[in-house]
């Protein structure tokens, strides 16, 4: 319960502005009267106090109320503000003209009076905030000795504000600005001069003394970070960027906070937005369940579905340290969704029951999967179990809740498939298309290739090498792969799910493939390191399963754009509905033998295209392969 002191002390302050304000209106109007009584010494005088300057103070003080005006904070005021204050002047005119009408038909009011009373009135109320903040702002903006010089690449509205917040601290002492917009050469912000173009950093940053660089363009797409990053690697100078906008709006980082460059900022492709008015309007209202909730993706999907309108959110997952994290995560942040945590094994078809029960989902997105090519090369039978009949069990469940979606996602890998990953996701999307002959379920399938940071993937491998000092391990010099970032990704298959194909299979366009060598390379040096010099790299060969550069589109598949410019839609090519089902028992009998031999069979049986590839490389050599029999074998 808030005391007595503490109402006083917010209501205080603001009983002083609403008089300072009050006593601004009164000087106004006694004040344009006694300027024209100057010009004009025949004109009539005004008494500095009767009944018609109360009305007046009453009915400007009632707009300054309406309009907002003691919500604003003179700390922080600004051009808004002034501009408020103007509307509350405007209209404050107008409600005078009306009361005196009422009360003296405006007997002896001069129109130059009520001309000039709005303009002068805002100059009255609004010079004595803008003075408190350049006080206030003067006052704690006075850099210590110890402060670090500070070079700003870019000049904008980021900069702008970047400078007001790194003088608010008293740690850091902006010495100038360098953009390449000529208009601006020469100029200054925030009494800070623009001294040249980003690419002069090299030159400038000793010539200023320099300690730190920031780059503050939160708009620049990884191609501009890449050679603005690029320039200030060549000072030897540490740097930090601020905040995308995106990640402010999220809560992944703070306003004024300085962060390092991330791979993510350099790899990530121009930002092409979802139309989010669809992907709300099929989700608004909605009961989802997500199996792999606590993954890298299925986490994700939860935070975008209860973002944008899901009521309900069943949360399906095997690893309760991970399923305890994304409840505890959600209900934290949603607190007005209803979360429905289970824990799991999505294979088995009573927890994937009872979780329907429990949470009526009217979709289903099924992320759960192993997804490491070279663990499944040598686990083919939980590789076949997890990927292959959970997905039966889900979907099939799917159909018999009647549920009206269901999200199967699914890699790049199933295109032409040379390791397990690769057959058994394919396989997945087979069953799903051949599930698809429901009346009741839409089925759709989400294609995507590497995701950035999440678990398991190249980023935090070479993120922990390099922070024990390396080495750095590459497969091969000439490798490539695609990536996009978790949130994109989910982004894009909300977006698949909202165009509304009742039975698709989505490719989303991942941009061009990066090489892994550069990708090292440029994640020792944003760690302030050398490649070869601090941190070595070698080269370790393909693993199992590995192929030098990944294929997204298979030749069978035509291709067409959809609404959306990063989605493409494939016509699904046709499944042998029997000899799946047959495909499929055969596999249930392998998973329950634990017969190696029987589950490659049936895999390569059941995904002709499949074709394993095992490099021959000197680290291979103790390895344990599943040795898949010929594309002609007899099944058992």
Known sequence: MTSWKDRFSVAAPRAAVVLHDLTMVWLCWVGLHQFRLAVMPNAPSLQTWSTEIALILLAQGLIFWKVGLYRGVWRFASVPDLLNILKAAVLGLLAIVLVL????????????????????????????????????????????????????????????????????????????????????????????????????????????????????????????????????EKTGLPFRTVPKLDDLLEGRSLPGELKKVAIEDLLGRKPVMPDWKAIRGWLRGRSVLVTGAGGSIGSELCRQCARHGASRIALLEIDELALTRIDAELQRDFPHIEIVPVLGDCGDHAVVDYAMQLAAPEAVFHAAAYKQVPVLERQL????????????????????????????????????????????????????????????????????????????????????????????????????RYFMTIPEACQLIMQSVAIGSPQAVYTLDMGEPVSIRLLAEQMIRLAGKQPGRDVAIIYSGLRPGEKLHETLFHSDERYRPTQHPKILQAEARAVHAERLAAALTRLRDGVARYDLELLGASLRDAVPEFTPQIPTSPQNAGATIVAFPPRHARQP
């Open 101 to 232: 009408f009422l009360y003296n038909r405006l007997d002896q009011v001069p129109r130059s009076v009520l001309v000039l009373y709005p303009l002068m009135l805002t100059a009255l109320l609004g010079m004595p905030r803008l003075l408190y903040r350049t006080w206030k702002d003067h006052g704690t903006t006075r850099t210590s000795q110890s402060a670090v010089r500070v070079l700003i690449l870019g000049a904008g509205q980021a900069g702008e504000t970047l400078v007001r917040d790194l003088r608010r601290t008293g740690a850091y002492d902006p010495v100038g600005f360098l953009d390449d917009a000529a208009k601006l050469r020469g100029s200054q912000l925030q009494g800070v001069p623009v001294l040249g173009r980003v690419a002069d950093v090299e030159r400038i940053a000793p010539e200023t003394a320099t300690k730190l660089l920031v780059i503050a363009m939160p708009s620049a797409d990884a191609a501009q970070m890449r050679t603005v990053v690029a320039a200030c």
């Open 381 to 480: 039978r939980e590789g076949v179990r997890n990927n292959v009949l959970a997905t039966h069990t889900v979907a099939s469940t799917a159909i018999k809740h009647r549920v009206g979606t269901f999200v199967l996602i699914s890699t790049d890998k199933a295109v032409d498939p040379v390791n397990v990953l690769g057959a058994t996701k394919r396989l997945a999307e087979m069953v799903c298309q051949d599930l698809a002959a429901s009346q009741t379920t839409h089925f759709i399938t989400v294609r995507f290739g590497n995701v950035l940071d999440s678990a398991g993937s190249v980023v935090p491998l070479f993120r922990e090498q390099i922070r024990r000092g390396g080495p750095v391990t590459v497969t091969d010099p000439e490798v490539t």
